[in-house]
């Protein structure tokens, strides 16, 4: 069995939305004799993460209405590679699509890995969540900081909320080559926030 840490590092200096300085994760360090601690100052949308509602909606759930039993099971990852721009309706119809799956899109995205925020990354425009919430999935994950760019009021993002499909972020899919595999994703088990940090593992096998 393999597994594969598809999580971003998080460190100051790391690729944030939009390059905001402001939005740099900020860690400070104290030693008091040989006890070292520290506090961590970071934006919920940092590296990999996942969405609650509230994020989109303002009266919209918060994090702790995600359970963790839809966030550990079997996964398919779609390869996207060759869309630019946006991944419309056209470029899923024809995948193997279904009721209460857990998707992952590997695009050009998952190239980009480096300290910089590219501004044109590939997002899934407003008819490619139209078409998932007409297959009622369960999730749906990508290779970058958001799911959606460019579209005024965040149309790709309310559709999927406004269906209960769980949203997942910044996702490390380069080394990913097959379709199938069993994901766990492990947030922090934050409940009033509109977000949680996440660590995210694919098994090439189910691991139990
Ligand atoms: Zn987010």
């Given at each position: 069995m393999k597994m594969y840490d598809i999580s971003m590092s998080v460190y100051n200096g790391m690729a944030v939305w939009e390059n905001l300085s402001g939005a740099q994760p900020k860690f400070t360090r104290s030693t008091n004799e040989h006890i070292t601690t520290t506090n961590m100052d970071i934006n919920l949308h940092t590296g990999t993460h996942i969405d609650a509602p509230l994020h989109m909606i303002n009266d919209g759930e918060t994090f702790?209405?995600?359970?963790l039993e839809r966030l550990v099971g079997p996964v398919k990852v779609f390869d996207l590679t060759s869309v630019t721009d946006g991944i419309s309706r056209t470029d899923l119809e024809n995948l193997d699509i279904k009721q209460d799956d857990f998707i992952l899109f590997k695009t050009k995205n998952s190239f980009h890995q480096t300290d910089t925020f590219d501004p044109n990354f590939i997002y899934l425009k407003e008819d490619g969540a139209d078409f998932l919430v007409e297959q009622n999935i369960n999730g749906v994950g990508i290779d970058t900081h958001g799911i959606e760019r460019s579209q005024s009021k965040n149309p790709t993002h309310k559709k999927l909320f406004s269906n209960d499909i769980i949203i997942v972020e910044g996702l490390r899919l380069r080394e990913i080559t097959g379709k199938n595999y069993y994901m766990v994703a492990a947030p922090?088990?934050?409940?009033?926030?509109?977000a949680s940090l996440a660590r995210v593992i694919l098994f090439d096998n189910q691991p139990f």
């Open positions: 702790k209405t995600i359970p922090i088990k934050l409940t009033e926030t509109e």
